[in-house]
């Protein structure tokens, strides 16, 4: 039986037995044998620390769905060149910068159709008083302290501001917002 152990080592893919094996004295044979003993050894310390390790982390991932009544919601953007009221401006201010928007080369045939809210009163074209680009320019160039009264105030832009929470009653996004952002689903602007 041990010729025949000795036979198999001594062709076998394991580096080290063959050496051991063929070995000459004694003394090389157990200098060898504890060195690859002592690799074993190593070998077995390493694979018991990366699977101490391994079992140590959860590796299965369990994803849990939960939803907070806390939601952040999106705020709106208000499309302003440079925050003026062009209903003052045109109206009060300076009416001679201005012009009717029905003048407008671009505006499209069926405006109603297009920006109903926008330009429109129940289906009827509101021919309003616009300000080209140049008075925008014009407006930029004034001095800070003059340049005030052409701003748009804030409430006159909201008047009103209301989200629905999945068919619940409109709640007053003012009310429950804590910060300058305000969180709305769904908006009026009046």
Partial sequence: WSNYLRNVFRDSMLSGVPQ???AESKVKKCVLTLVFLSCIVGY????SEFLRLYRKYETV???RLTNSNLTELPSITFCNYDGSNITKI???LKPDWCYPLSEEPELPEKVCECLPQRYCENGTFKDR?????FGYGEISKLPPDERLKYIQDLNDV???????VHGNQPEDSFRTSGSQVFP????MVF
């Avoid at 008083?129 to 680009?133: E, G, Y």
């Fill in 61 to 63: 991932v369990d994803i």
């Fill in 129 to 133: 008083k616009v300000l080209p680009f």
């Fill in 20 to 22: 051991i094996l063929l």
């Fill in 158 to 164: 909201i008047r009103s501001c209301s989200f629905l």
């Fill in 184 to 187: 709305l689903i769904t908006f």
């Fill in 44 to 47: 077995l310390y390493q694979s």
């Fill in 90 to 92: 045109c109206g009060e």
